[in-house]
């Protein structure tokens, strides 16, 4: 019907009028009429536009917190998991950092020691709160025999009472049964450490003219023929001093912590004052 | 077979009770876990089988005990003795009857090691420490008491079942 030449005129002034109508639109938004109709637009417009964004964004809400979130949940589970596994290994690695400073302490403690140290750890404390025994897991077989006393870095822990082959009784110093001759590091007066009910010690049978206060630490004398001398037992932390009687009454802190022992060492040559020969 | 089964029980309380339980904070410290042992058995299993737990775990007890050799197996000797027949004479329901005399035993336990200790030390006063550990061993007992009943209960049941299955099945 047209020719290609007569369609492609045609369609060139149809864009050149789309052009100018453009223009003009843009020139009448500028005038009031425009600005009337631009405002009349909108006022009709928008409640659409905001009841369907409305509806998007409820879509784009339930997909986020519901369809979304079952995925977020996995993720979440697996997290879970894998924060439950760190805090494990974290907490092995404190375990592991505790123990090693734990052994060095031992380490250099069996440097510097003039004695033949063996380590063992404990494995079971007394069944009876009454009494303050402890099990070892080191035996006859690895040299340990009854009366040899027993030690941690902070200072004397007990004695041996009974050795099987593969385990040991240990009875503490805070056991009312236990008793060391010891005697105040500062002024060399002497007494017996004997244990107490409530986990601490006493000095007994330390002399009232003596001078002895709060803070003197109270060693091992050598003279019980289990604990060499020297060995550290605790601090004095409290002395009575009455008007009447032979000795005063002394409160003696230990310097183990009793309920956090977990290893000790055991003196296998505790180079004793031989008594016999030197008479 | 059953002794056996006794002596595993035994060995797992007495484990339970040197390892675990002195491990916890004091407030947690627990009574003597084989007292209620060997109470269900004084009280509902036949003497023999009493009289071979006694052995066990007195003498298992004693060894492992800082205290004087002997006085565990005097202890749940004396339980025996005082209470093997008290289902005689006390008409009961089993778990009553079961948490007195727990509750006696602990007090006869105590007061027998508390005796000892007076004697060791020439002191005859009543400490507050002591004091202190029977009371949180008492409200221990109430605590626990019913629950270690039923378990008992249950595995006692559980081997009497055992065996009798086996013996049928071998006959």
Redesign the interface.
């Known amino acids: 019907m047209f020719s290609k030449k007569t369609m492609v005129v045609a369609g060139a002034i149809i864009l050149i009028a789309l052009n100018v109508l453009v223009f003009s639109f843009t020139y009448i938004r500028k005038s009031s009429v425009g600005d009337a109709a631009a405002r009349a637009t909108l006022y009709l417009i928008s409640p659409f536009q905001t009841a369907v964004s409305a509806v998007i964004d409820f879509t784009d809400d339930v997909w986020e917190h519901y369809f979304f979130l079952i995925s977020v949940a996995r993720e979440n589970d697996e997290l879970k998991k894998k924060l439950g596994i760190a805090v494990k290994k974290n907490n092995e690695c404190n375990e592991i950092a505790l123990s090693n400073e734990r052994l060095r302490k031992y380490v250099n403690l069996k440097k510097q020691s003039p004695y033949n140290l063996l380590a063992a750890k404990v ?11 402890m ?1 070892i897991n080191k035996g006859t077989k690895d040299g340990v025999i009854k009366e040899l006393p027993v030690m941690v870095p902070e200072g004397v822990v007990g004695y041996v ?2 050795a099987s082959s593969g385990f040991a ?1 240990v ?1 503490l110093i805070i ?3 236990s008793s060391v001759d010891a005697m105040v590091q500062r002024n060399r007066a002497r007494g017996v450490v004997q244990g107490d ?2 986990g601490l010690c006493r000095f007994d049978y330390a002399l009232r003219k003596l001078d002895i206060t709060v803070g003197d630490t109270i060693v091992s004398s050598g003279f019980d023929g289990i604990y060499p001398k020297g060995l550290r037992i605790g601090s004095v932390s409290k002395v009575i001093r009455r008007n009447s009687g032979l000795f005063q009454a002394i409160e003696l802190t230990p310097f183990v912590d009793f309920k956090k022992l977990e290893e000790v060492m055991i003196i296998l040559n505790p180079l004793i004052h031989d008594f016999v020969s030197n008479q | 077979m059953r002794l056996f089964i006794y002596f595993i029980i035994s060995a797992m309380l ?2 339970l ?3 675990v339980i ?2 916890l904070p004091f407030l947690l ?1 627990s009574y ?1 876990m084989l007292i209620p042992f060997i109470v269900y058995f004084t009280l509902f299993r036949p003497a023999t089988e009493c009289l071979t737990i006694i052995i066990i775990a007195g003498f298992a ?1 004693d ?5 004087p050799a002997g006085i565990y197996l005097f202890i749940y000797t004396w339980i025996i003795l005082l209470f093997k027949r008290a289902k005689l004479y006390f008409h009961l329901r089993d778990p009553v009857l079961f948490q007195i005399v727990v509750v006696i035993s602990i007090l006869i336990e ?1 007061m027998i ?2 005796l000892y ?1 007076s004697f ?2 020439m002191s005859f006063e009543l ?1 507050f ?2 004091a202190q ?1 029977v009371l949180i061993q008492l409200i221990w007992v109430f605590l626990t008491i019913p629950f270690i009943f039923v378990i008992f209960d249950y595995i006692f049941g559980a081997i009497d079942k055992l065996i009798a299955g086996g013996l049928r099945k071998s006959l």
Do not use: C, E, V, Y
């Open positions: 494995i079971a404390k007394d069944p009876a709160p009454w009494f303050k025994t099990i009472t009974t009784k009875l056991d009312r049964n009910a409530q | 007495i484990s009770q040197t390892t002195p491990a410290s003597d007890m060894m492992l005990s800082g205290a105590n090691f508390g200790i060791k030390t400490s420490h002591a550990i």
